[in-house]
């Protein structure tokens, strides 16, 4: 079913009005392994005139589009869920070689994507208009009734990130079409692959010529331009704050959803299960190497159980699988490239320098960290602070719980944050207090079940995400009033 996706050569096509297609003259950008720098693939770097096409193919067909009945959009997506359930160990592989995602999260993202569009779909059949009466508003009879429906708002720039790149690139994609937008997809390069991929099921499933579009290159030549395009209606950015900053400065008068960086806290107090707490961040921090927005990035336990926590957290950590994902159910996998490995070597050296007391790990083999845990970190050290994107979790010992939720609101983040205590008072203490999304109670800091709101206060983000907020983001309420002559 991929076939024309990508020639012998191992170059990958992009869907533009129906076709797959790469400029004869196009450079290309090669996608090696973060695994052993093997080759996955090349991807087109496209021009601005191949990115003017992608968007203007996108907004021609969104005025016939947006006229198809919900009842035939929720068809298509509900065949694309089956394609991708048919296909899970093929995708899972292709994820696997192009961004070292593990078997059993590689699987899991195929089916959770496959789960997300189906609920995406159904969810739209329920998102109704209302009606409104003009006499419940002081000083007006019932002389007026508006009818109120929703309206999509035109081409969605979908862009998404390296790390999940089949649910993320979905999780954009799925609720614009069901709102009756658009979509020209730019996926980071490192994923791109994979994204492509979904861009063909799509394909497959029956979604006319026009209304998914794929664009792929290189953010410098590329990046600016598209998202100050004038015929671009929404952006859907997820990616590092960095970026996102640089977007939201550049762009004007477009509505923006965005997913941005992180340092999400797990708060331990006095009364918490430890053995609950450290199971709870040990996934957290270190899935996928903890190269997540909504990974556990930081323990501010409370003095008097962090030596306790350290033995538990120290014990288990050891027992961690670190490998290549090719090579069994490895936990530990190579992070995506050398400049993230370098990035996290640089933490882990300012944290010896400054003090901070290596409990386990700290050690690498290529592009794989080893999962490392600091206890004693202070706020002087730069783990404190800044996002690793990789294995490495510090330890911030408090006095309190107000000393815990005066550190974690310092963050210039406010995605998640994360409570471990028995005392239900105790936990609404803190999360009323907390400068964050979400609070997550006795559990790690992840994202999901895809129909909550996810969102991100301060740097973490912008707007609220989750299969109807996101509906709602990518649509507008159009009135339409209907006047009584009486």
Known sequence: MFDNLCNDNKIFKNLIGGDWVIADDSELIEIKS??????????GAMNTGEVDKAIRV?????????????????????????????KVK?????????????????????????????????????????????????GYKRDKIS?????????????SPFNYPLNLAASKIAPALMAGN???????????????????????????????????????????????????NFINFT????????????????????????????????????????????????SYSGQRCTAVKRILAVDTIADKLVDILKRDIKKLKVGSPLEGDADIVPLIDEKAVEFVENLIKDSREKGATLVVGGNREGNIIYPTLFDNVT?????????????????????????????????????????????????????DRLEVGTVQVNNKTERGPDHFPFLGVKASGLGTQGIRYSIEAMSRPKAVVININN
Do not use: C
Request: no cysteine.
């Open 34 to 43: 973060p695994i052993d720098g093997s080759l996955v693939g090349k991807v």
């Open 58 to 86: 996108a907004k021609e067909v969104q005025k016939d589009w947006k006229l198809v009945p919900i009842s035939e959009k929720a068809k298509v997506l509900h065949k694309v869920a089956d394609i991708l359930e048919e």
């Open 90 to 138: 093929e995708l899972a592989s292709i994820m696997m070689h192009e961004v070292a995602k593990d078997k059993k999260s590689a699987e899991s993202e195929v089916i959770r994507t496959a789960d997300f569009i189906r609920f995406t779909a159904d969810t739209a059949k329920n998102i109704a208009g209302e009606s409104l009466p003009a006499e419940s508003f002081p």
């Open 147 to 159: 009818v109120v429906t929703r309206e999509p708002l035109g081409v969605v720039l979908a862009i």
């Open 182 to 232: 658009t979509v020209v997809l730019k996926p980071a390069t490192q994923g791109s692959i994979t994204a492509l991929h979904l861009v063909k099921i799509f394909q497959e499933a029956g979604l006319p010529n026009g209304v998914l579009n794929s664009i792929t290159g290189k953010g410098s030549e590329i990046g600016d331009y598209v998202v100050t395009h004038p015929e671009i």
């Open 239 to 286: 990616g590092s704050t960095e970026v996102g900053k640089r977007i939201s400065s550049i762009t004007t008068m477009v509505p923006l959803l965005m997913e941005l960086g992180g340092k999400d806290a797990a708060i331990v107090l006095e009364d918490a299960d430890l053995e609950l707490a450290a199971k709870n961040i040990i996934a957290g921090a270190f």
């Open 379 to 431: 706020r002087e050290m730069r783990l404190a602070w800044e996002e690793p994107f990789g294995p490495v979790l510090p330890i911030i010992r408090v006095k309190d719980k107000d000393e815990a939720i005066e550190i974690a609101n310092e963050s210039e983040y406010g995605l998640q944050s994360a409570i471990f205590t028995n005392n239900i008072n105790e936990a609404f203490y803190v999360s």
